[in-house]
């Protein structure tokens, strides 16, 4: 029996990319979509300004869109994938943990929290037994878990590869898609021939998101990982897909050929949304590219390349979708791995 799901904002970017992922998904049924107020009444094709490279699911487009409160979702909805600005999440998802519902959301609210778990499941789905943590902490019937920021789930899958030569330092410098910022978060006048050296909080994400994900559970509380982490981001006109330059320093020697063997022998995970494999190694110096490589896995893997020893440790590139695998297929695979381990 599929699992019934529903979607908080769903008419935004990421919403409108977990519809095109959730419509056609076997273990998942599109019961609920909500949105502001001012969208609530009307169906969703009145309500979304449709903008993702594939038609509107014609039945998603009769749906009846929803506000975004607990009492307006079905009792037997079972999961909620949240989408919604980090101001609004941080004030409604606990409401709707509260009341029974199991979130997984892509919104950056309470990702650092100590008893919500941060989790790519390829990596770290373990951190997943937090949720009992949390549910004695808050009292709660639901749950929540999170996603990580899109650039953050582009580099730590290859760091994850690495952790056997020692992580100490990384550095990250970013290059990173104007969907990223949304559809009315860059102005064409602002970034066509031009690249933007700063965007707002996404190096403090990446520096303290990596070190989460990459922590100890130990069943009660979880320790980061010491490495240090040091992150540049940078906006550049690209539609899709993060490219990111990294450079590590490891305690153990690590040469290019080595790197390139632990990715490419990373294991994936049986889940639907899990491609395979997890790291796809190109040995072609000037790739992995957004325009070529962005789709790599379906959108869901991890793309790297240019391997090379430097003074400054190992550097590579890496790449991912990030609305895709960055965004809304993330929040979906942490859906799955919810239902595998029966949380509702």
């Given at each position: 029996m599929a699992v019934r799901v529903g979607v908080l904002g769903a008419t935004g970017a990421v919403g409108q990319r977990l519809i095109q992922l959730l419509d056609p998904h076997p273990e998942f049924e599109l019961a609920a979509l909500t949105a502001s107020d001012s969208s609530a009444g009307k169906t969703y094709r009145q309500a979304a300004k449709w903008r993702v490279d594939s038609p509107i699911p014609s039945d998603v487009a009769e749906m009846t869109v929803q506000a975004t409160e607990p009492d307006a979702i079905p009792d037997d909805i079972d999961l909620l994938f949240s989408s919604l600005p980090s101001s609004v999440g941080a004030a409604v998802e606990p409401g709707f943990c509260e009341a029974g519902y199991v979130v997984s959301s892509n919104s950056s609210n309470g990702r650092m929290d100590d008893d919500v778990p941060l989790v790519i499941p390829e990596i770290n789905a373990e951190h997943l037994d937090l949720l009992e943590v949390q549910r004695d902490e808050r009292g709660w019937d639901g749950a929540l878990i999170k996603n990580p920021n899109c650039s953050t789930i582009t580099f730590v899958p290859t760091l994850a590869a690495l952790t056997e030569f020692g992580l100490e330092k990384v550095h990250?410098?970013?290059?990173?898609?104007?969907?990223?910022?949304?559809?009315?978060?860059?102005?064409?006048?602002?970034?066509?021939?031009?690249?933007?050296?700063?965007?707002?909080?996404?190096?403090?994400?990446?520096?303290?998101?990596?070190?989460?994900?990459?922590?100890?559970?130990?069943?009660?509380?979880?320790?980061?990982?010491?490495?240090?982490?040091?992150?540049?981001?940078?906006?550049?006109?690209?539609?899709?897909?993060?490219?990111?330059?990294?450079?590590?320093?490891?305690?153990?020697?690590?040469?290019?050929?080595?790197?390139?063997?632990?990715?490419?022998?990373?294991?994936?995970?049986?889940?639907?949304?899990?491609?395979?494999?997890?790291?796809?190694?190109?040995?072609?110096?000037?790739?992995?590219?957004?325009?070529?490589?962005?789709?790599?896995?379906?959108?869901?893997?991890?793309?790297?390349?240019?391997?090379?020893?430097?003074?400054?440790?190992?550097?590579?590139?890496?790449?991912?979708?990030?609305?895709?695998?960055?965004?809304?297929?993330?929040?979906?695979?942490?859906?799955?791995?919810?239902?595998?381990?029966?949380?509702?």
């Open positions: 990250v410098s970013t290059l990173q898609a104007v969907s990223g910022a949304g559809y009315d978060g860059v102005t064409s006048m602002e970034i066509i021939d031009n690249a933007i050296p700063y965007i707002g909080s996404e190096e403090d994400k990446l520096e303290t998101e990596s070190r989460k994900l990459l922590g100890e559970f130990d069943g009660a509380s979880l320790t980061h990982n010491d490495m240090a982490v040091s992150a540049s981001c940078n906006r550049i006109p690209t539609i899709d897909g993060h490219l990111e330059n990294v450079w590590v320093e490891t305690e153990d020697e690590l040469d290019a050929a080595a790197a390139a063997e632990a990715m490419e022998a990373f294991p994936s995970l049986d889940l639907h949304s899990s491609p395979e494999p997890l790291i796809h190694v190109f040995d072609e110096p000037d790739r992995p590219q957004p325009r070529m490589d962005r789709t790599v896995g379906g959108g869901m893997a991890i793309a790297a390349g240019g391997m090379q020893e430097t003074p400054f440790g190992l550097q590579y590139n890496c790449l991912a979708h990030n609305t895709i695998r960055g965004a809304a297929g993330a929040s979906v695979l942490n859906g799955e791995l919810l239902a595998e381990n029966g949380y509702f």
